[in-house]
């Protein structure tokens, strides 16, 4: 019953395998042990009471009032204290970063043309990252690699960044990341 509750509100299977090592804790334990420590005075109170004002009826109707009295004031000590279960496990799993590539059919359309020769110069930084590329490489070269960067699609143009950068981007994240394109 107390499996099927907790799968109810989300608990994850890791967490209902070791059940087993779970430990009661409050957030409040000092409230709890002075709630404790006061219901034996609040207790001999009742009784107390019960007997001095309902004295005509019967012992069992009293000690029913008494123990239902009670046990509401020992629930409102208890949930005053802030009860939680405390599992002392921690889940290994990485963040999951997600590279999403647009599939629709304007990332067929050329990459190009270029607006100026800066954005033609980073983009030919960022694809050809292992050759010399913008202001770095000769003018042929230069010319070379804007042609080629025109002739990409966008989807092709982002594939070769993003694998040109695999070394500084990708390979850098995975060890902290779990990745997935």
């Not at 001095?52 to 123990?67: F, G, M």
């Not at 046990?71 to 990485?94: C, F, H, M, Q, S």
């Not at 033609?120 to 010399?132: K, T």
């Amino acid at each position: 019953m107390l499996l099927r509750i907790l799968k109810m509100i989300g608990v994850g299977d890791e967490i209902l395998a070791r059940l087993d090592q779970a430990v009661l804790a409050f957030q409040r334990p000092g409230l709890f042990w002075v709630g404790l420590a006061l219901l034996l005075p609040a207790g001999w109170f009742i009784i107390r009471r019960q007997r001095r004002n309902l004295a005509t009826a019967s012992p069992a109707l009293r000690a029913a009032l008494d123990v239902t009295r009670l046990a509401v004031l020992t629930v409102l000590v208890v949930a005053l204290a802030g009860p939680y279960l405390r599992i002392d496990y921690a889940i290994e799993k990485r963040p999951v970063v997600a590279l999403v590539f647009d599939g629709s059919e304007s990332m067929q359309l050329p990459a190009g043309p270029f607006l100026g020769n800066h954005e033609a110069d980073a983009l030919a930084r960022a694809a050809f990252a292992q050759q010399p590329s913008g202001k770095d490489a000769p003018a042929s070269k230069r010319a070379e690699q804007r042609n080629a960067l025109e002739r990409m699609t966008r989807a092709g143009l982002v594939q070769t960044i993003v694998s040109a950068g695999r070394k500084e981007f990708l390979e850098p994240m995975s060890r902290r990341f779990e990745v997935r394109a």
